[in-house]
């Protein structure tokens, strides 16, 4: 039977506690950072409210943001329509001539917000990416984002444990080893745990590729 100390009772105890405290407290202060953010922004309309009705100041932001909510949604209806959708093209093409960098903004959030089926994070192929060339035995997890004519690939690789940054590789078709049973949000989490995960992840890969494996598939010389 193993003896367990005080002190690593202790020790374990608390590792335990923070373990399961710490994620909830981070996502408590990101909640708590993006209202503050938030509520500083619409400041300016919570004061007129507050001082023209005379609710509190959390009542107030609350009133604005469900305003706010209620304003994209008539928003979002109306470009929904064909006056709308033709009103806000007109708009958005002005603006991108008055604001040159509208037209990148725009692009980014509709990547995160707009639709799915456009963005690479959704749709993107998950595939093994030899950047060094086709006979190198280093490997890097990317989605591909771009198919070209000419059989070339354009690839996202995002670096850990931020998936939402990284480098664009234009690589040959013999280069990438596309991975169609692996889907975008499992291999995003292996990038965000720093590689951790990758063994279970592309398992049946490394089986398949194991050098072992393939030299007692091949017939025998006889």
């Not at 005379?54 to 928003?75: K, Q, W």
């Not at 329509?81 to 603006?95: E, I, M, V």
């Not at 690839?155 to 931020?162: E, K, L, M, R, S």
Request: aromatic residues 10%; hydrophobic residues 45%.
């Amino acid at each position: 039977m193993t003896h367990v100390t005080k002190e690593d009772f202790f020790k374990k105890s608390a590792i335990g506690g923070l373990i399961i405290l710490l994620p909830i407290a981070i996502l408590w202060m990101g909640f708590n950072w993006l209202f503050r953010l938030v509520t500083d922004l619409i400041q300016p309309l919570t004061s007129v409210v507050v001082n023209f009705i005379g609710l509190p100041e959390v009542i107030g932001d609350i009133l604005v943001l469900a305003v706010m909510v209620v304003f994209c949604f008539g928003v979002g209806y109306l470009v929904s329509t064909q006056l709308g959708a033709y009103l806000h093209s007109k708009f958005d093409a002005r603006l991108a001539k008055l604001a040159p960098g509208y037209r990148m903004v725009k692009e980014i959030v509709d990547q995160f917000f707009g639709d799915q089926s456009k963005s690479p994070f959704a749709n993107g192929e998950v595939a093994l990416v030899r950047v060094f060339g086709e006979h190198s035995g280093t490997e890097v997890t990317g989605i591909v984002t771009s198919k070209h004519e000419n059989g070339r690939y354009t690839v996202f690789v995002p670096t850990g444990p931020n998936p939402t940054s990284g480098n664009m590789y234009h690589v040959n078709e013999s280069q990438v080893t596309l991975l169609p049973g692996v889907k975008v949000e499992d291999m995003m989490r292996t990038i965000i745990a720093c590689g951790a995960g990758s063994g279970d992840l592309f398992g049946t890969l490394d089986k398949q590729t194991d050098p072992k494996q393939l030299e007692a598939k091949q017939p025998s010389a006889e």
